[in-house]
Nanobody, 126 residues
Framework: VQLVESGGGLVQAGSYLRLSCVHS????????IGWFRQAPGKEREFVAV????????YYSDSAKGRFTISRDNYENTVYLELNSLEPEDTAVYYC????????????????????WGKGTLVTVSS
């Protein structure tokens, strides 16, 4: 399985970005896929996860109300829409997939995900 993120960039506070994660290799149409982020000097943290059907979706407290995760199983792509970005959202954003099929949890520790992309950098200026 390969995961490739894109869509990051340098934006001003209050801006919008849409991140994409294209997966290839073995099918992930029966797997939960999530987004994590790692800010400079901090540990990687859970942001959001989506089930194999598209619902339900779960978010971290910091993402709830501002970020939206979605997926298109025909295009093998998972998206993360980032609204009202704040400087505190500056981080490398990673896409990750659970290797267990038909399994979903409301919060994912980093070590619960098996497959990872290399990340895309989001920088939010004030």
């Amino acid at each position: 399985v390969q995961l490739v993120e894109s869509g990051g960039g340098l934006v001003q506070a209050g801006s919008y970005l849409r991140l994409s994660c294209v997966h290839s290799g073995d099918s992930l149409s029966s797997n939960a896929i999530g987004w994590f982020r790692q800010a400079p000097g901090k540990e990687r943290e859970f942001v959001a996860v989506i089930s194999w059907t598209g619902t339900p979706r779960y978010y971290s407290d910091s993402a709830k109300g501002r970020f939206t995760i979605s997926r298109d199983n025909y295009e093998n792509t998972v998206y993360l829409e980032l609204n009202s970005l704040e400087p505190e959202d500056t981080a490398v954003y990673y896409c990750a997939a659970d290797s267990r099929k038909y399994y979903l949890r409301m919060h994912y520790p980093v070590d619960a995900m098996t497959y990872w992309g290399k990340g895309t950098l989001v920088t939010v200026s004030s």
